[in-house]
């Protein structure tokens, strides 16, 4: 096949595998029919695209993805975004870079299929923080975990959660010198500097977001919702911007995960535990919120949707209702979204 397009070859659908050096590109015209294959490098794509009609460019939704996209859409293309879990089933034969183009450019026409919304350089850079703090979460967990598994190995339990690990560490360094070599006492120590260290860089980042979320109308909207602070919210205007990609909240719902596995056949219909399909970092912090809430009874009546709650709480397990609470919130969070209207407690009261 050529690398140059026939003069009366309309290309329709570009397909376009991206690579960290070189992408590899797939056009068709109207009829499905391949009229360009070619491979470019990463400095040629916006002048090999630029001399070309605008037409639907389909890619994958991958890292770099809506940095392209941005640029591509600057140049009057339609630019959709395709989870790579819904491109494989198009593809066909063996596996290289051109048929993966392929694949995308097929997948990128049919009717059915649901882009991902391009992100704008906002929203990628408070999604960078997002990342970031979650990774340092989670280092700070694995530090407090190996301290109390070092006072444990020495025959000291400390009593569950940061906190208190936190208020028990120095009278138990300066102190428990019976069990405690010298040696453990210092890495211990180190340990406790590296805690302190994380910390300073957890509360750094989580300013930075809550300025951030102060500046974004989004933000403030959603964060009158109850179990809303200010990480879920900034949370979900990062990932999915308006809300626009769901027709309803109960696809946003459904896109978290928050729904029970459908397994059914023949009619018949079964349901499962929850999908966990979808943003797993959003789901955690809805059901974060939700268990939060649980917690404190006596502000549901305050809440609009505490009725539900109430009659809720007496059929189902604690784990369920706190899932169930947090596809409420993750419905009531897009309506905020997407509607662009504060959190209305009468409102809920009467749609729960």
Excluded at 327 to 351: C, M, Q
């Amino acid at each position: 096949m050529s690398n140059q397009t026939a003069p009366e070859c309309i290309i329709t659908t570009i397909g376009i595998d991206l690579g960290k050096n070189t992408f590899h590109l797939i056009g068709m015209d109207a009829r499905g029919k391949i009229v360009l294959r070619r491979k470019v490098s990463r400095g040629q794509l916006l002048p090999c695209l630029a001399n070309v009609p605008a037409c639907l460019i389909g890619m994958e939704a991958c890292a770099g993805a809506h940095h392209v996209g941005r640029q591509l859409a600057a140049l009057g293309h339609d630019v959709r975004l395709l989870p790579a879990q819904y491109v494989k089933p198009f593809l066909e034969g063996h596996k290289n870079d051109y048929r993966d183009a392929e694949a995308i450019a097929e997948a990128a026409q049919r009717p059915t299929m649901r882009p991902v919304p391009l992100k704008s350089a906002e929203q990628l850079d408070l999604q960078a923080l997002h990342r970031v703090r979650s990774r340092l979460v989670g280092q700070r967990t694995a530090v407090v975990n190996q301290i109390r598994g070092f006072l444990l190995e020495c025959g000291i339990p400390v009593r569950k959660g940061p906190a208190g690990l936190r208020e028990a560490l120095p009278s138990l360094l300066a102190q428990r010198t019976d069990v405690l070599s010298p040696r453990m006492i210092h890495l211990i120590e180190d340990l406790a500097g590296d805690w302190r260290g994380l910390d300073e860089r957890i509360d750094a980042i989580t300013r930075d977001i809550t300025a951030l979320a102060r500046q974004d109308v989004g933000c403030q909207r959603l964060m009158g919702i109850p179990g809303v602070g200010v990480i879920t919210a900034s949370a979900m205007v990062a990932a999915v911007g308006t809300g626009a990609a769901f027709a309803k909240g109960r696809d946003f719902a459904a896109w978290l995960g928050l729904v029970p596995k459908q397994i059914s056949t023949g009619g018949r219909t079964i349901l499962g535990g929850l999908s966990k399909r979808g943003n797993r970092y959003l789901r955690i912090l809805f059901v974060g919120g939700a268990q939060v809430l649980l917690q404190r009874q006596r502000h549901w009546d305050g809440h609009g949707f505490g009725r539900w709650l109430q009659a809720a709480g007496t059929r189902l397990h604690r784990n369920v209702l706190a899932a169930a609470l947090a596809n409420k919130l993750a419905r009531i969070a897009w309506g905020v979204l997407s509607h662009e209207n504060g959190y209305d407690p009468e409102f809920a009261a009467r749609t729960a």
